[in-house]
């Protein structure tokens, strides 16, 4: 797409744009709904009692608050067709961010379920007033720079996705609360079914906060599940990280979006578009060493070179350079950069008009 024509179109849509009303992408669901929104599934869940409101923002992203409710449930994730279990399905992974205000019991977890058995899980980062769920601890993981304590318990005669029924809960809860950072859900799920905690066929995964008999508010900012690839985590806490010789690659139309033109493409693959300067797409990744080789799958829209920024933490760490329209991979060896959680972005900075971006996934070494 070339750059004068795209902006007289802008202009074009703006100026019909007034001639109509306005149209809120955003609006608040304040009622039982799920569905799909930015390439997430959604669910808003409320009994009786009180109100809530989720605003859907772009990719995984979401804001919340609720008022003296009984129980109420925000998330977005991904959604199985419970014919998978979550080996079959892939490593899954979390890089999430928030700013989380409950006043009450409250959870900001990952939460799902399986079928064949029926389990209702949580990997809880951060809580209200009460620490979930009580009882006693069956054991411990240390992983992505925390130790987490390992809760069994049962629900019996409770709602659940199948209607009334009895069933597990499957817990993994932080000792010290945070709220950003890499969550490696599937480390979770090898270490529950390393002590007999059987799962089944995966129904969802989702990022997800929680209200119980409370109120609150809470903007998830960041929100990126990654799916397939290997496990990182570990003892130790590499968090998604590459320690044992492993490649982490996360797609980008699953990261956040920033910038005027920034948009999801199905041509030459399915990606992400960077049509100006600012435009650029990011996500968090823990990283427990400091140096990394990092590749980046794209294209430039035509024959003229384009050009992505590496940066890492606020910095930039270098320049990815795509020649042709044709995809290609461009690889930037023996980055330093800093430990623990750290923003990648992808930015374009150097536009001059004659060329647009194309990005696919992005892989660390």
């Given at each position: 797409?070339?750059?004068?024509?795209?902006?007289?179109?802008?202009?074009?849509?703006?100026?019909?744009?007034?001639?109509?009303?306005a149209i809120n992408v955003n609006a608040a669901v304040t009622?039982?709904?799920?569905?799909?929104?930015?390439?997430?599934?959604?669910?808003?869940?409320?009994?009786?009692?009180?109100?809530?409101?989720?605003?859907?923002?772009?990719?995984?992203?979401?804001?919340?608050?609720?008022?003296?409710?009984?129980?109420?449930?925000?998330?977005k994730g991904k959604k199985f067709d419970e014919t998978q279990t979550h080996q079959q399905i892939g490593n899954i992974s979390i890089n999430y961010g928030a700013n989380y205000q409950p006043n009450g019991n409250s959870y900001l977890t990952v939460y799902g379920w399986t079928v064949d058995p029926l389990v209702e899980y949580y990997i809880?980062?951060?809580?209200g007033n009460w620490r979930p769920p009580g009882g006693t601890v069956k054991d411990t993981i240390t992983v992505d720079g925390g130790t987490y304590d390992i809760y069994e318990t049962t629900r019996t005669n409770e709602p659940?996705?199948?209607?009334?029924?009895?069933?597990?809960?499957?817990?993994?809860v932080r000792r010290s609360k945070r709220t950003s950072g890499t969550i490696s859900v599937s480390e979770h799920f090898n270490a529950w079914e390393s002590?007999?905690?059987?799962?089944g066929n995966m129904y969802e995964t989702a990022l997800?906060?929680?209200?119980?008999?409370?109120?609150?508010?809470?903007?998830?900012?960041?929100?990126?599940?990654?799916?397939?690839?290997?496990?990182g985590g570990g003892d130790g806490g590499s968090g998604g990280d590459d320690e044992n010789d492993s490649n982490t690659r996360v797609e980008a139309e699953n990261m956040t979006k920033s910038?005027?033109?920034?948009?999801?493409?199905?041509?030459?693959?399915?990606?992400?578009?960077?049509?100006?300067?600012?435009?650029?797409?990011?996500?968090?990744?823990?990283?427990?060493?400091?140096?990394?080789?990092?590749?980046?799958?794209?294209?430039?829209?035509?024959?003229?070179?384009?050009?992505?920024?590496?940066?890492?933490?606020?910095q930039t760490k270098g320049t990815f350079?795509?020649?042709?329209s044709n995809p290609a991979v461009y690889t930037i060896d023996n980055v330093n950069h800093g430990t623990g959680e750290q923003e990648i972005e992808l930015i374009v900075t150097s536009d001059d008009g004659e060329w647009d971006a194309f990005v696919d996934y992005f892989e660390i070494h």
């Amino acid at each position: 797409m070339k750059r004068k024509s795209m902006k007289i179109f802008f202009v074009m849509l703006v100026c019909f744009a007034l001639t109509i009303p306005a149209i809120n992408v955003n609006a608040a669901v304040t009622s039982n709904e799920t569905g799909t929104h930015d390439g997430y599934d959604y669910e808003f869940w409320k009994d009786s009692g009180g109100s809530g409101s989720m605003t859907l923002n772009s990719g995984g992203t979401f804001s919340a608050e609720w008022s003296n409710v009984n129980n109420i449930l925000f998330r977005k994730g991904k959604k199985f067709d419970e014919t998978q279990t979550h080996q079959q399905i892939g490593n899954i992974s979390i890089n999430y961010g928030a700013n989380y205000q409950p006043n009450g019991n409250s959870y900001l977890t990952v939460y799902g379920w399986t079928v064949d058995p029926l389990v209702e899980y949580y990997i809880v980062e951060s809580w209200g007033n009460w620490r979930p769920p009580g009882g006693t601890v069956k054991d411990t993981i240390t992983v992505d720079g925390g130790t987490y304590d390992i809760y069994e318990t049962t629900r019996t005669n409770e709602p659940s996705i199948i209607g009334t029924a009895t069933f597990q809960q499957y817990w993994s809860v932080r000792r010290s609360k945070r709220t950003s950072g890499t969550i490696s859900v599937s480390e979770h799920f090898n270490a529950w079914e390393s002590l007999g905690m059987d799962m089944g066929n995966m129904y969802e995964t989702a990022l997800t906060v929680e209200g119980y008999q409370s109120s609150g508010s809470a903007d998830v900012y960041s929100n990126t599940i990654t799916i397939g690839g290997n496990s990182g985590g570990g003892d130790g806490g590499s968090g998604g990280d590459d320690e044992n010789d492993s490649n982490t690659r996360v797609e980008a139309e699953n990261m956040t979006k920033s910038g005027q033109y920034t948009g999801n493409i199905s041509s030459p693959f399915d990606g992400v578009a960077l049509y100006a300067n600012n435009d650029s797409v990011k996500y968090t990744q823990y990283f427990a060493s400091d140096t990394h080789s990092f590749s980046l799958r794209g294209a430039s829209d035509n024959s003229n070179m384009a050009r992505v920024d590496l940066k890492i933490g606020g910095q930039t760490k270098g320049t990815f350079y795509f020649g042709g329209s044709n995809p290609a991979v461009y690889t930037i060896d023996n980055v330093n950069h800093g430990t623990g959680e750290q923003e990648i972005e992808l930015i374009v900075t150097s536009d001059d008009g004659e060329w647009d971006a194309f990005v696919d996934y992005f892989e660390i070494h």
